[in-house]
Structure formats: structure tokens, C-alpha cells
């Protein structure tokens, strides 16, 4: 979704400031000091130890006098988040059942710029004993996998299958002089292969990564559309490629998750 346009007298750079250098944090960079936070959220070093030192005060930071980390405070904003809005409500019985009858993690994720943002998910644990595909599907989930958790755009099935959504003149805005970063040895670098891939997901509306993100998953996903035709999220099934192979992946979990798509599109 853009941004509402705001006149530049309303604009106050200090708060803009200051989510920069809280949006610093990441799963990559945990833990930060003025001079890394400043070169992630691109002010001076100065700046960036005044925003950390009231961030730290206000409570959302903890730190040791040198390094500063998130605190549990955050939590208040994606809380809120989860509990008010509509679609995690919507989508969370959808991948509840799926997860009942395969045992394998579903999630939902939504594009927030070069990343997805998983806004709904199962615990397979509930259903790993009680799978009714069989032992087979025996439920798996990758490190990182959890509600709120940012994930490259880039490598995930899901983050394609919301990049085929863009228009042509969008994709191409969002891939001028872009670079792909390796996240593993399958990982697709080279932006010429990538658009061919994302073209062929606009045709054939699924899309599946392969230990692209993480060595050792497989990710197949497909768009949640509403009753307009916009793509509002993704729905993805991860599993361990000792589970199952792209081609069962294909043959017996899409038409589980086409399907739910259809039914939710109603509802999105």
C-alpha cells in the first residue's frame, strides 16, 4: 500500500529519524552500537546516539552503556497490530486447518518494500502427530519462521508471488539497478533470470524457492486475492526437501492451497 502524501510542513524529521534508527534492528543486526545504527539508518553517528539514548529511556531499548537491543516494548505495536486487524483474524482458521490436514507450516506474509512480513501463521506442533497425509508430512519449521518475521523478498516464494502482482512499469522501477544478494548457493543473483522467473509466476500463479532463503526448505507459495482482483497477501507451505520433492510439493499441496485461496478470496 503507498504511503499517504503529506505536505512537507507536516513532515517531522526527527520521528522519521527515529524509526529509522529502530528499524535498524533486524534479525541480522541484533544488537547495535551509535555508529552501526547510524550507517543502517543512514544520519550521523551524533544523531544516532541521541535517538538510541531516548529510545533506550522511553523503554524500547535496552543496553549495556555501548550496544543497545530491542526490548520487549516493541512487542506493543505488532500486539496491537495482530489483535486489531482484519486480515491475520481472517486467515488464521484457513492455515490452522491446512496445517490439521497436512502437518507442514503455513503462513501469510504481506509486502512491506524489499521484504515480506509474515502476518499469519500455524504452529505445526499442534498437528504433527495427528497428520492425515501420513507420517511423510511430518511438520517442519525454518529458523526465522514466526509471526512478525521479515524475510527478503527476493528468495522467498512468497515475495515472488507478490513481486508478479506488480505491473510491469512497478516491477521495473523496483528492479532498476537492484542487486540480488546470495543468501545461499541457490539463490538467484542475476536480475535478467529473476524477471524471467517472476514472469512465468504471473502465468502460472504459483511460485516455489528452493533452499533459496535457507539450505535445506523448500517454499511454495500462491496470491490471496480479493473479489476486486488485487493480490493482498501471499499463502506459503515451507517443508524439508527430505519431505518432499518440488514435484509432490506441486502435485499434492497446491491444489490444497488454490483452494483456499478461492475460499478466502471473499472474505479478503
Known amino acids: 500500500m503507498a504511503a499517504p502524501k503529506i505536505a512537507p510542513a507536516d513532515f517531522i524529521v526527527g520521528m522519521a529519524k527515529g524509526m529509522a534508527v529502530l528499524e535498524s534492528f533486524d534479525t541480522e543486526r541484533q544488537r547495535l552500537n551509535a555508529t552501526l545504527a547510524a550507517q543502517r539508518a543512514g544520519i550521523t553517528r551524533a544523531a544516532a546516539r541521541r535517538h538510541l539514548l531516548t529510545l533506550a529511556h522511553l523503554g524500547y531499548l535496552e543496553t549495556d552503556g555501548s550496544f543497545y537491543w530491542l526490548s520487549s516494548k516493541v512487542l506493543r505495536f505488532s500486539g496491537s497490530y495482530l489483535a486489531s486487524a482484519r486480515l491475520p483474524r481472517v486467515l488464521q482458521p484457513t492455515l490452522s486447518r491446512l496445517a490439521a490436514q497436512t502437518g507442514e507450516s503455513f503462513s501469510a506474509v504481506v509486502r512491506d518494500a524489499d521484504e515480506v512480513v509474515i502476518v499469519a501463521r500455524n504452529d505445526y506442533k499442534h498437528y504433527k502427530n495427528n497428520s492425515a497425509l501420513g507420517s511423510k508430512y511430518a511438520g517442519y519449521t525454518p529458523y526465522g519462521l514466526h509471526l512478525?518475521?521479515?524475510?527478503?523478498?527476493?528468495?522467498?516464494?512468497?515475495?515472488?508471488?507478490?513481486?508478479?502482482?506488480?505491473?510491469?512499469?512497478?516491477?521495473?522501477?523496483?528492479?532498476?539497478?537492484?542487486?540480488?544478494?546470495?543468501?545461499?548457493?541457490?539463490?538467484?543473483?542475476?536480475?535478467?533470470?529473476?524477471?524471467?522467473?517472476?514472469?512465468?509466476?504471473?502465468?502460472?500463479?504459483?511460485?516455489?524457492?528452493?533452499?533459496?532463503?535457507?539450505?535445506?526448505?523448500?517454499?511454495?507459495?500462491?496470491?490471496?486475492?480479493?473479489?476486486?482482483?488485487?493480490?493482498?497477501?501471499?499463502?506459503?507451505?515451507?517443508?524439508?526437501?527430505?519431505?518432499?520433492?518440488?514435484?509432490?510439493?506441486?502435485?499434492?499441496?497446491?491444489?490444497?492451497?488454490?483452494?483456499?485461496?478461492?475460499?478466502?478470496?471473499s472474505l479478503l
Not at 176 to 200: G, Q, W, Y
Not at 209 to 215: F, I, M
Open 148 to 265: 512478525g518475521a521479515r524475510l527478503p523478498i527476493h528468495a522467498t516464494s512468497t515475495g515472488r508471488v507478490l513481486l508478479a502482482a506488480l505491473s510491469e512499469a512497478e516491477f521495473d522501477a523496483w528492479a532498476h539497478e537492484r542487486n540480488l544478494p546470495r543468501l545461499t548457493a541457490h539463490t538467484c543473483t542475476d536480475m535478467a533470470e529473476f524477471r524471467s522467473v517472476v514472469i512465468k509466476i504471473k502465468v502460472d500463479e504459483y511460485a516455489i524457492a528452493s533452499q533459496e532463503h535457507e539450505l535445506g526448505v523448500h517454499a511454495l507459495a500462491v496470491p490471496l486475492r480479493n473479489m476486486q482482483g488485487d493480490t493482498v497477501a501471499a499463502l506459503n507451505v515451507v517443508t524439508q526437501p527430505s519431505h518432499l520433492e518440488p514435484q509432490v510439493l506441486l502435485r499434492d499441496l497446491l491444489p490444497l492451497l488454490q483452494d483456499a485461496a478461492r475460499e478466502l478470496r
